[in-house]
């Protein structure tokens, strides 16, 4: 599947290890920065997503999302595990269920461009996500920083109904990050969860091209 992914606003909240170990399976180690474990929303637009050799067809392959993640490892291999992914189209939920066993929801969402800023306002049932990012200078993300630990990840994990474990690659250029400001006005997604303070590196891409591959088994 080749997509891009536009204004996408990093946030992330510290979490323990251990409220996260029940949730991922045995097989993926829960990955760590600063001796902490975290929980991150990402809300961000997808844009063009259709299979490599197809054009897209812009009411198929144009939608926004936002997802409630945290980081893992398999065979020293960082990657993403997905809590949940929230889109405004069925037909993307359907299709990411079958073929790529994530938990994808259909949910009311609107990422928004407005002058400098991007609005973000999201709703499903209960849960909400509101809030407004304001990019700003570039973020240089050393290999030590948090913010290369938290971006430069290029695959993700997931389970089929069965519990067994795959990886799918995921290929994009390095981000090109930016600091940003964010005003947080709702939040309910981390409901349940024992989350502690925010990290302060609020970090915001404007655009990168992606190409994902198919999934393939660990271990």
Request: aromatic share 14%; net charge neutral.
């Amino acid at each position: 599947m080749r997509q891009e992914w536009n204004d996408l606003t990093f946030l992330h909240w510290e979490i323990a290890a251990s409220a996260l170990r029940p949730h991922i399976p045995a097989e993926l180690e829960i990955d760590t920065h600063g001796g902490a474990a975290w929980i991150g929303v990402v809300p961000f637009a997808m844009k063009g997503v259709t299979p490599r050799g197809v054009p897209p067809v812009r009411c198929f392959s144009d939608f926004p999302e936002i997802n409630v993640r945290t980081y893992v490892k398999a065979g020293g291999k960082p990657g993403v595990w997905f809590f949940s992914l929230d889109v405004p189209s069925w037909l993307a939920v359907g299709l990411a269920r079958t073929f790529f066993h994530l938990p994808y929801f259909h949910a009311s969402f609107d990422c928004r461009p407005e002058g400098d800023q991007v609005r973000y306002a999201h709703r499903r049932g209960p849960l909400e996500f509101h809030a407004v990012s304001l990019p700003g200078e570039p973020a240089v993300a050393s290999a030590d920083s948090f913010a290369f630990w938290a971006t430069e990840r290029y695959c993700l994990y997931c389970a089929d109904r069965r519990g067994r474990v795959y990886r799918g690659e995921v290929h994009h250029p390095r981000w090109p990050l930016q600091r940003a400001e964010v005003e947080v006005r709702a939040n309910t997604l981390l409901h349940g969860w024992p989350v502690g303070p925010m990290h302060p590196d609020v970090l915001f891409s404007r655009h990168v091209p992606v190409v994902v591959w198919p999934l393939g088994r660990v271990g």
